[in-house]
């Protein structure tokens, strides 16, 4: 195997708003930053239609189309953006080394991970054809399309029972759908949820269907295991809020992580337990995946990245 090695101040991995974001600020400070896209380049918001919660698109703008104003924006100060996916890591320096698709070898002074989170999906035929049609893994980013509305969300960990009491205060009345016969939420979340009057929960109830007009979402069809029931819900919104995977895997054994795999990060920085590697966005942060407070960590990321190199000239000079 072919292996041609470069040297770069900073390398991004990911493509989202933190990725970019990180990317404006390294290459406004002159760092040269090198991205790397992933295998989905613009991340989560290229799958999701309207966004209409990130300041200054006062109209509202299409997901893909605000992740290509941040490409554009992060381009126009120099950034290097390829498209390419991170194969392994060894972060034993600095400089640490990132292997790009199984065989480019890139030495990086300072590495920012950006690489996301991925929606848990129930794996629904029916739940891809309506993603962005009434089906959504975001509550937070579209429940307001669904003002006073009937919807349904399926989950019963704390981000099902946050976003069940979120969509109750907008919707005419919501639908959880429960597998088991309790929650696995914190008992403040459940107890928030039982006493939510709009909220009906369905338990031990599986979602057996999506179902749709073709354009948008009509109902779900759900099966009590029990009774083996079947039930339509007549709804306009399904929200799947069975839980993230944080994009992770590679960094397995370099970085520290929690149990469930998001990387671990000193508390109000971006700081990782290695010294030159920085974690922004989502895979630090299962508590508010927004598109606005990655972007917040992103350059938060890129100014410690900043601080890192000037304090190493310091010490060299
Ligand atoms: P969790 O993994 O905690 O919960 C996932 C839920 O989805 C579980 O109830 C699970 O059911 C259910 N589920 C999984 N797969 C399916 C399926 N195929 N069909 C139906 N239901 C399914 O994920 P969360 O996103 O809720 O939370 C992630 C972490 O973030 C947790 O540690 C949580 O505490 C934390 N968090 C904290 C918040 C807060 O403190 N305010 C807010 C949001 C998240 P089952 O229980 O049967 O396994």
């Given at each position: 195997m072919?292996?041609?090695?470069e040297h770069v101040q900073c390398l991004i991995i990911g493509s989202g708003p933190a990725g970019y974001t990180a990317a404006i600020y390294a290459a406004r400070a002159d760092l040269k930053p090198v991205l790397y896209t992933g295998i989905v380049p613009g991340g989560q918001l290229t799958q999701t239609t309207d966004v209409e919660n990130f300041p200054g698109y006062p109209e509202g703008i299409m997901g893909p189309e605000m992740m290509e104003d941040f490409r554009k924006q992060a381009e126009r100060f120099g950034t290097d953006i390829r498209f390419?996916?991170?194969?392994s890591v060894d972060f034993s320096g600095p400089p640490h080394t990132v292997v790009i698709d199984e065989n480019k070898v890139i030495t990086a002074d300072t590495v920012i991970i950006a690489t996301g989170a991925t929606a848990?999906?129930?794996g629904l035929e029916s739940e891809q054809k309506y993603n962005g049609f009434g089906v959504s893994a975001c509550a937070v980013c579209d429940g307001f399309f669904f003002r006073n509305q009937d919807v349904a969300i399926v989950g019963a960990g704390d981000t099902a029972a946050e976003e069940a009491t979120y969509l109750a205060k907008l919707c005419n009345k919501v639908h959880m759908i429960v597998r088991r016969d309790e929650f696995r939420a914190s008992k403040a979340m459940v107890n928030r949820v039982l006493n939510t009057k709009n909220i009906e929960?369905?338990?031990e109830s599986e979602t057996q269907e999506i179902l749709g007009n073709g354009q948008t979402v009509t109902g779900v069809l759900i099966k009590n295991k029990k009774t083996g029931v079947e039930t339509t819900l007549d709804v306009t919104g399904f929200f799947v809020?069975?839980?993230h995977k944080?994009?992770?895997e590679i960094f397995k054994g370099w970085l520290d992580m929690d149990e469930t795999g998001y990387l671990i990060t000193k508390?109000?920085?971006?700081?990782?337990n290695v010294e030159g590697v920085f974690a922004s966005g989502d895979v630090q942060d299962k508590h508010y995946r927004q598109a606005i407070t990655a972007a917040g960590s992103g350059c938060m990321a890129a100014l410690e990245a900043e601080r890192y190199l000037a304090a190493k000239e310091d010490v060299v000079a």
């Open positions: 072919s292996q041609e090695t390419g996916y991170v194969t848990k999906w129930l929960i369905h338990y809020a069975i839980g944080p994009n992770t508390p109000g920085t971006p700081l990782t």
